[in-house]
């Protein structure tokens, strides 16, 4: 057991599709290596506003981060602000709003899609800006920067759940497929990152509806999945906010913060 952290963004992913769909991580549920918790994402149910939540836990009408299209950095402490001041190491592999948010704006592909600098608040990352971007590079992006630089927080953040919501709607089979994929993916690593120790927690910004968006208060568009995987964790029922997740890590991490998060979820 160690004390570093694997976040695990799935873009877009609704809370049934989630439960239906992706055998390998509710397999691990079943077998009680895992817990799946419900969590009804805050508003807008849209993604940069959902991603300023996650991770600063901050909910969008008070983090001034609105919108999609809102593009100066987070005004807030974020797990990567606070791992930083305390010492340890942060990666993401991540859509670029994420750089956006915590590093540089406006994003500058040539500048900053690879980012080594111990100065910012993700020192490593890899950062793309297609939608399309496959799932299967951006898992080994993220593999490469956790072999290569060893961070005590590392952010996985795909996007073709979502891309496949925006294309095919919530009740289609690519958008489903979509998700099966990335479970296949995702037993492709598990087993090596809990095998060292790490901590894991997989969810995501929010859903998505049948008119092939997302914004709203549908359930379907709130429902998201949170699994949490690891030694660490009590795997006790539990209501989880999405604005506790933010504070869960920092505690896992061994941060000094302010977060809110729920003790209970904790062992
Ligand atoms: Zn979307």
Redesign the pocket.
């Known amino acids: 057991m160690n004390n570093k952290v694997i976040l695990v963004v799935l873009?877009?992913l609704n809370f049934h599709i989630a439960q239906d769909c992706m055998g390998y991580v509710n397999g691990l549920v079943e077998d009680n290596q895992a817990s799946l918790y419900k969590i009804q994402c805050e508003l807008p149910s849209?993604?940069r506003p959902l991603y300023e939540c996650i991770l600063t836990g901050v909910k969008p009408v008070q983090s001034g981060i609105a919108h999609n299209q809102v593009t100066r950095r987070s005004q807030w402490e974020s797990i990567f602000s606070l791992a930083k001041k305390n010492g340890r190491t942060t990666a993401a592999a991540a859509y670029h709003w994420v750089s956006e948010l915590y590093n540089r704006t406006p994003y500058n592909a040539v500048e900053d899609r690879f980012t080594q600098n111990e100065a910012l608040n993700i020192q490593y990352g890899l950062f793309y800006h297609w939608?399309h971007y496959p799932d299967e590079a951006l898992f080994l992006d993220a593999e490469y920067l956790r072999r290569q630089f060893d961070p005590d927080f590392l952010l996985i953040h795909p996007m073709n759940i979502?891309?496949a919501?925006?294309k095919f709607g919530l009740d289609s089979r690519q958008y489903r497929n979509t998700a099966r994929r990335a479970d296949i993916v995702l037993s492709d690593y598990l087993p090596t990152w809990l095998a060292e120790g790490y901590q894991v927690l997989i969810t995501s910004?929010?859903g998505?509806n049948n008119d092939h968006?997302?914004g709203g208060t549908l359930a379907e568009e709130r429902d998201v999945p949170l699994f949490v995987i690891g030694q660490r964790f009590s795997h006790q029922a539990s209501l989880v906010k999405q604005t506790e997740i933010c504070g869960t890590v920092c505690e896992l991490l061994g941060l000094s913060h302010d977060k809110a998060f729920p003790r209970e979820i904790l062992r």
Do not use: A, E, T, Y
Request: charged share 35%; aromatic share 0%; no cysteine.
């Open positions: 873009d877009g849209l993604s939608d979502d891309d919501g925006h910004d929010h998505m968006s997302h």
